[in-house]
């Protein structure tokens, strides 16, 4: 019986917490239809396809690979990525560059996004800075596996 | 030929009630939990980009139900599994024709109750209706011919069996102060003032058979801290076979019985439609004032009471789901046969007792 009563007064302190909730997000909301400002909200949603908040500069999103001032790409196919690729999505093809101060280009470079676990390894990985992840893309869904095999023209931007 | 007119529209007119404030409790729930939850809630739901706070929401709901395959497993049996969905509904349904709305309405030369049944055991009625809805709980259950959905089924009989009895209890402290089963004449009784200020509302005079009622009522709605029977998060239980409309049915059931047991705690707790000190020719003040007002306006002031009170038991059971996790199930029978049935005889012994004085 005294148990039930310790029960019945913690059951009154819950709901007290829930109902202060609903007052105040409810006071709020109410202020927001007369259209009064305030600094705080009602709700912490926000309204994501219409609403959306900034990614943190750190973030990992879509690659991308940087390009040299004449448009090539920056990268000299040296495979470290490819190696370092936990998922093995990473598929370069070499070719010589008729300039000896670059030696090598990739003449094929695919990432395959749909075993890409966006680890950022690569990024990590690469000497010469000509892999990011910082396109700020991150809605990458597609209704076939085959649109999300990247290829060089996808990549160079 | 009037007169069956005029019980046609009461009838239409309390089903209407009934359903659609049922249907806009979906949209209640969802709403009032995310506010306490600092969410926003359904709000995409629009009609040509109106969206309105999400308020079609429930239409776009029923749309879905009503286009989902109706699917019944090969195993089960299917006419009782066809029947009992609709068995639950009814029961449910009827409670409406007995609550009162508001006092009698004066058209025309004509006394019109807005109440669409008055019978003597109005009481006894709503209890054994929603009693019944048990049948389509087990009935569900068994006709599934599944396991899981025959313990579910006999889980939620043992649970509304037990909490019935709590429920039924509880009530007779309050049929001894006000000495009637009809549920227009105990709003009457409610209407009168105790120490010539306050109205007599059945809470004041019996407060522990109204948290007695509350915990039974609540239990016998099914909803989260007694929803051992269906665990919509995880057992699911009885319906478990049921998909689309019939699945569809089961929910709104339970919304309605949120419903009619708000219906319930204001009619028989809460005054029904009585608005304190006030009379049939307006307001009466215990500290002297008098306001006097036509008619029409003082039945308007009756069924917003009403409706008024029905909205806050509604928004209060919403709030009481949303706030409490479930019980377990030995301590769910123990806080209905060790705790609420002791309790409640002794509202009864401690009732008579206070009368006899």
Redesign the interface.
């Known amino acids: ?1 005294i148990k ?1 009563l310790g029960y019945f007064i913690e ?1 009154i302190k ?2 007290i ?3 202060r ?2 007052v105040v ?2 006071y709020f ?1 109410i202020l927001k239809l007369f259209r009064i400002k305030t600094k705080r909200k ?4 926000i ?1 994501y396809p219409e609403e959306r908040v900034k990614i943190a500069t750190r973030h990992r999103s879509l690659h991308r690979l940087m390009k040299r001032e004449d448009g090539k790409p920056r990268c000299v196919a040296c495979m470290l990525c490819a190696t370092v690729c936990p998922s093995e999505c990473i598929y370069i093809e070499a070719t010589e560059d008729p300039d000896p101060q670059i030696q090598k280009y990739p003449s094929t470079f695919i990432i395959d996004l749909t075993r890409c676990c966006f680890c950022g390894f690569c990024v990590e990985a690469c000497p010469e800075d000509a892999i990011r992840m910082d396109t700020d893309e991150v809605e990458i869904a597609e209704y076939s596996r085959e649109a999300l095999i990247y290829d060089l023209d996808k990549l160079i931007r | 030929m009037i007169d069956i007119l005029i019980v046609l529209i009461k009838v239409v007119f309390a089903m209407m009630w009934f359903l659609v404030l049922a249907l806009y409790l979906t949209w209640a729930e969802r709403k ?1 939990s ?7 809630g359904a709000n995409r739901a629009n009609i040509w980009k109106f969206r309105i706070i999400g308020l079609f929401q429930p239409f776009a709901d029923a749309i879905k139900m009503f286009f989902k395959e109706d699917f019944t497993p090969v195993f089960s049996r299917r006419f009782i599994h066809n029947l009992s969905p609709f068995l639950s509904f009814f029961f449910v349904l009827v409670t409406v024709a007995v609550v009162p709305f508001g006092d009698s309405l004066r058209l025309g030369g004509r006394e019109i109750k807005l109440q669409v049944l008055d019978i003597n055991v109005g009481l006894l009625f709503i209890l054994a209706m929603l009693s019944m809805s048990i049948y389509g709980v087990i009935l569900s259950g068994w006709a599934s011919n599944s396991r899981w959905t025959l313990l579910g089924g006999l889980r939620g009989a043992a649970q509304l069996v037990s909490y019935e009895v709590a429920l039924g209890l509880s009530l007779i402290g309050l049929i001894m102060v006000f000495p009637s089963l009809t549920l227009s004449n105990l709003v009457h009784y409610q209407g009168q003032l105790l120490f010539e200020w306050l109205p007599k509302w059945g809470i004041l005079l019996q407060p522990l058979g109204f948290i007695i009622f509350l915990f039974a009522a609540v239990a016998e709605s099914e909803r989260v801290p007694f929803d051992l029977p269906e665990g919509e998060s995880e057992i699911i239980g009885f319906f478990t076979e049921y998909s689309g409309l019939k699945w569809g049915l089961y929910m709104f059931t339970d919304f309605m019985k949120v419903l009619i047991v708000a219906c319930l705690l204001t009619t028989l707790f809460f005054g029904g439609w009585q608005v304190p000190w006030l009379y049939p020719d307006g307001f009466q003040f215990p500290w002297g004032g008098q306001w006097l007002l036509p008619h029409g306006v003082v039945v308007a002031f009756q069924v917003l009471s009403f409706n008024l009170k029905v909205f806050f038991f509604c928004w209060f059971q919403i ?2 789901r ?3 996790p479930r019980f377990r199930y030995d301590q769910l029978m123990d ?1 209905g046969w060790k ?1 609420l049935i002791p309790l409640s005889l002794f509202n009864i012994v401690a009732t008579a007792i206070l009368m006899s004085l």
């Open positions: 019986m039930a059951l819950g709901s917490i829930t109902t909730h609903f997000n409810m909301h009602g709700a912490v949603t309204q | 009032e995310a506010v306490m939850q600092d969410r926003i709030l009481v949303w706030t409490y806080l705790l």
